[in-house]
């Protein structure tokens, strides 16, 4: 079964810094790995997809590496802003899992001005 | 702009009361899928139609009904709501021609139990 945890559960930055968020699954048999904004009490904005053949995929700020092998992904924002507050969530789709997502608990981002 | 709708944003009923939360997308994407999102947790996969065919978790609970009439709508039906039914619902579609399309998801609808 796909398990997927997400280091550490809630992180406070000021604002300039560069960040990494982790994120760790237990199947490395996925097709991609996909990365979500949410902020409260609101739906999922698709930030970033990488395909398991794809070893990283950037946009803006963003950027997100694989490595398959590990078990392992990480999201790097660049100069992070307060607007950049949210919580950060990954998902996982699966060989073993009928091609569904799994997701993650969620890295909660807060960015101080 | 293609996108994922759900309504009503936030809804409230009574224990036992049925409900049901609708999702429409204009993007044409013949999967469709329901999540569950409680507070600070991952969501759920509850279940989701690869066009008509409809695929149940197996620990959704048979309280939890799905219908899609047509390629754009799909519902989701809580026969009895119960208190731990308050949540987070999510709707989410995908191109299911490959499974290295991505979801796309709609604003969700916060469910309260009262």
């Known amino acids: 079964k796909q398990e997927v945890t997400q280091i550490p559960a809630a992180l406070s930055v000021p604002e300039g810094e560069n960040l990494v968020l982790n994120c760790s699954f237990t199947d490395s048999a996925i097709y991609n790995l996909q990365w979500f904004r949410q902020d409260p009490g609101k739906g999922l904005t698709s930030l970033l997809l990488i395909q398991s053949s794809q070893r990283e995929q950037t946009s803006g700020r963003l950027n997100a590496s694989l490595d398959k092998s590990s078990g392992r992904s990480t999201l790097y924002i660049a100069a992070s802003q307060p607007g950049d507050s949210a919580t950060y969530l990954c998902a996982v789709r699966t060989y073993n899992y009928g091609q569904n997502f799994v997701f993650g608990p969620g890295t909660r981002l807060s960015v101080l001005p | 702009d293609a996108m994922v709708i759900q309504n009503p944003r936030y809804q409230v009923t009574q224990f036992g009361k049925p409900v049901t939360l609708s999702c429409s997308q204009t993007l044409n994407h013949n999967v469709m899928y329901w999540y569950q999102q409680k507070s600070s947790q991952a969501p759920k996969l509850l279940f989701h139609?690869?066009?008509?065919?409809?695929?149940n978790e197996a620990d959704t609970p048979d309280n939890f009904q799905s219908r899609r009439p047509n390629t754009s709508f799909c519902f989701l039906d809580i026969r009895s709501p119960g208190l731990g039914d308050a949540a987070m619902y999510l709707c989410?579609?995908?191109?299911?021609?490959?499974?290295?399309?991505?979801?796309?998801f709609g604003p969700g609808t916060r469910l309260t139990v009262l």
């Open positions: 989410a579609t995908s191109r299911g021609s490959t499974a290295y399309n991505e979801q796309f």
């Open positions: 139609y690869y066009d008509k065919d409809f695929n």
